[in-house]
């Protein structure tokens, strides 16, 4: 089966631009998550989907990222606007038991 | 609450010697515990995982960990060490279904395998 998809695989854009982060989970998997890892610091969650709705968004850093799912199916994550802080590597997740299966993650470098 | 602490950012072993990576957690309530593998310019892949069944678990490329609740620890060993194992290791724990089985992940430990 395939797995977890993420786009683009790297993304250097300008502070103040705007990025959009998308995520394929795998086909029928009902949750999906958003992780990111900044440079030197821990790998956090940010939000669970189930389905379309929010399930919980505890772990967004602030109103300049959005994320959505559409149907229930791929998710995105834009960050508007950008700043050097978020640089990072965005993980997604999907499952549909208790093993969480993620993506590659996407490079975002802020300059 | 819940939390992960890994005990070495950085591992060093000779190829064909043990590894051992150290992991102590702490949660409210029975825990999930993961280890997950990322290699260089690769995505997170799932080890193994422990959920309350044997608490000693096998895991892949011949990795094993033991759940020791008195302890509070979740240890990653391999008896014998290959090239291939060079990587970044993060020990996992579940907030369980109540929490949407959020993930909290340990600082991580970076494997080093000299020939």
């Known amino acids: 089966e395939a797995g977890v998809t993420q786009f683009p695989s790297h993304s250097v854009i300008e502070k103040g631009q705007t990025v959009t982060l998308r995520c394929d989970p795998i086909?029928?998997?009902?949750?999906l998550y958003w992780y990111r890892r900044v440079m030197g610091k821990e790998i956090k969650f940010l939000l669970h989907?189930?389905?379309?709705?929010?399930?919980?968004e505890s772990g967004m850093p602030n109103n300049r990222f959005l994320a959505e799912r559409t149907g229930g199916t791929y998710s995105t994550l834009k960050v508007q606007p950008a700043e050097l802080e978020d640089s990072g590597v965005y993980f997604c997740?999907?499952?549909?038991?208790?093993?969480?299966?993620f993506g590659p993650g996407t490079r975002l470098t802020v300059t | 609450a819940q939390s992960v602490t890994q005990l070495d950012s950085h591992v060093s072993v000779s190829e064909g010697t043990p590894v051992l990576l150290r992991c102590n957690y702490s949660?409210?309530?029975?825990?999930?515990l993961f280890w997950y593998v990322q290699h260089p310019n690769k995505g997170l892949q799932l080890l193994l995982k422990?959920?309350?069944?044997?608490?000693l678990v096998k895991g892949i490329n011949g990795f094993e960990a033991e759940f020791k609740k008195s302890e509070t620890s979740f240890h990653l060993t391999k008896p014998s060490a290959h090239m291939s194992d060079a990587a970044e290791y993060f020990c996992?724990?579940?907030?369980?279904?109540?929490?949407?089985?959020?993930?909290?992940f340990g600082g991580g430990t970076r494997v080093l395998v000299k020939p």
């Open positions: 989907f189930v389905k379309e709705s929010k399930q919980d």
């Open positions: 086909s029928g998997h009902d949750n």
């Open positions: 996992v724990v579940s907030g369980g279904r109540a929490a949407g089985n959020k993930l909290t």
């Open positions: 997740a999907s499952s549909q038991d208790f093993v969480v299966v």
């Open positions: 422990y959920t309350s069944a044997a608490t």
């Open positions: 949660s409210s309530y029975s825990p999930s």
